[in-house]
Nanobody, 112 residues
Framework: QVQLVESGGRLVQPGGSLTLSCAAS????????MSWYRQAPGHQREWIGT????????NYADSVKGRFTISRDNAKNIAYLQMSSLKSEDTAVYYC?????WGQGTQVTVSS
């Protein structure tokens, strides 16, 4: 069964940028949509965006549109979430997902 592993989460100052990675263990990665979600303390898990298998089309939640970018490198079985103009409300655990498979999450904290 494919596994997804996120990395790159850390403490970052408001207005800063950060890129998260999601590494897949299986080459089926390149044949599937890839989605990113996040969950802040006390909140439900929130969809951030989804990109198609080739990365040609990507949709974003309004809360991150224009600040976050999803990309993927199918040769490396890795997806990326580039985040900029970060705000305190972006603080959350960030997850990647393909089909019903979730990664373990990586913590992003936006604070001065």
């Amino acid at each position: 069964q494919v596994q997804l592993v996120e990395s790159g989460g850390r403490l970052v100052q408001p207005g800063g940028s950060l890129t998260l990675s999601c590494a897949a263990s299986d080459s089926s990665f390149g044949t599937l949509n890839m989605s990113w979600y996040r969950q802040a303390p006390g909140h439900q898990r929130e969809w951030i965006g989804t990109t198609t298998p080739t990365g040609a089309y990507t949709n974003y939640a309004d809360s991150v549109k224009g600040r976050f970018t999803i990309s993927r490198d199918n040769a490396k079985n890795i997806a990326y979430l580039q985040m900029s103009s970060l705000k305190s409300e972006d603080t959350a655990v960030y997850y990647c997902k393909q089909r019903s498979i979730w990664g373990q999450g990586t913590q992003v904290t936006v604070s001065s």
